[in-house]
Every structure is written in structure tokens, then in C-alpha cells.
């Protein structure tokens, strides 16, 4: 039972990291004409983490019948153009896609998202032009490590480029324009 707690709460912080992530009204940049970086492409999943724990703890109710363990949360990230990705953020049985390029802001390299569907279908109208800014590092252990642009630092209340693109700026070099927590998810297997 100790594993299923330690999935639900990995699975359960991803999630909120990842979908409460600031949104903005407006992209910090409309180009998108730095090439995609091929070594983030793939499936990116992650785990409980004392992850052999969980393989040798076997999850029963009652009579003996076995649960099966949630999936945990996962990332896919497709080549779409050699400017673009398509990405896929899976979790249980719901899945967000994003329409995602690498972007360059003064000296800082990050990702910006749109949000393009759901596992239903097509975002709606009122969602369709709602932005997130990450950054993205990938360890020398190979795990893919994502950290959002901090609301924080640079407010979601700003609803067009220019004035996000001015803040971002201003704020380029602050620790914090990315928040502390990251997403971190290991190549899967």
C-alpha cells in the first residue's frame, strides 16, 4: 500500500506542476526558427522514487486480487518540423498536446507551449492562444529535468508580447525566472 501512496503523490505533484503552470494570453515570441534539439525527442516517463521498492511490492485488496498500479505520467516529444515539436503530456487516461519550438529571449534559450487539444479533441477557442514557457535541461544521467517560467517574476495579468517580452527581459537574470520545482522524468525504457 506504501507504493501506491508514493504513486499517487509523484503522479499527483507532476500533474499540478505541469497543468497549474502559468499560462499567458500572448507568445514572448511569434518566431520560432531555432532548430529543434534532437536529443529531447522521445518517450520521457516518470517514476515512484524508490522505483525498486515499488517492483517488489505487490499491491492486493482482500482475497488476494491485485490492483494494477496507475501509470505514471509521461512525456512524448515529436519532431513536427525542424523548427516545432508535437508534445504529449499523459497521465492516467487523460492526455494535453502542445504545439511546442525553442525560443531565444536575450541570452536565454527556453520552450514555448501552446496548448493545441486534449484526448477529446481540439483545444476550444477561448484556449487556443494560451502560451507556456519552460525551460529544459537533460542531465548526464539522462533525465529530462522542466522548469516553468515563474508568474512570480514575470506576471500571467500581461496580455500581449511586447509587455512580456519587456518583463522577461527585465528579469532575464534573476535565479528565480523559472521556478525552483522541476518535472523530472528518465528516458523510458
Known amino acids: 500500500m506504501k507504493t501506491l501512496q508514493g504513486l499517487a503523490i509523484v503522479a499527483l505533484a507532476l500533474s499540478v506542476l505541469f497543468v497549474t503552470a502559468c499560462e499567458y494570453d500572448a507568445p514572448l515570441t511569434k518566431k520560432h526558427t531555432i532548430a529543434i534539439d534532437e536529443a529531447v525527442l522521445g518517450l520521457w516517463q516518470a517514476v515512484p522514487e524508490d522505483e525498486a521498492a515499488a517492483d517488489e511490492e505487490a499491491m492486493s485488496v482482500g482475497d488476494g486480487e491485485m490492483l494494477e498500479e496507475p501509470a505514471p505520467p509521461s512525456l512524448l516529444v515529436l519532431k513536427f518540423s525542424d523548427t516545432e515539436y508535437v ?9 494535453m498536446y502542445f504545439r511546442a519550438y525553442p525560443i531565444k529571449i536575450g541570452d536565454t534559450e527556453c520552450v514555448q507551449m501552446q496548448a493545441i487539444g486534449t484526448e477529446e479533441g481540439s ?11 519552460m525551460k529544459y535541461e537533460i542531465s548526464a544521467a539522462g533525465h529530462l529535468s522542466v522548469r516553468m517560467l515563474d508568474s512570480d517574476v514575470v506576471d500571467s495579468m500581461l496580455t500581449d508580447s511586447d509587455s512580456l517580452k ?3 527581459l ?8 523559472f521556478s525552483d520545482e522541476a518535472l523530472v522524468f528518465p528516458r523510458a525504457k
Do not use: I, P, T
Open 87 to 95: 508534445v504529449v503530456y499523459a497521465e492516467d487516461d487523460e492526455s
Open 123 to 133: 483545444v476550444d477557442d477561448d484556449d487556443s492562444n494560451r502560451f507556456m514557457v
Open 166 to 168: 519587456a518583463a522577461f
Open 170 to 177: 527585465e528579469h532575464e537574470h534573476d535565479e528565480n525566472l
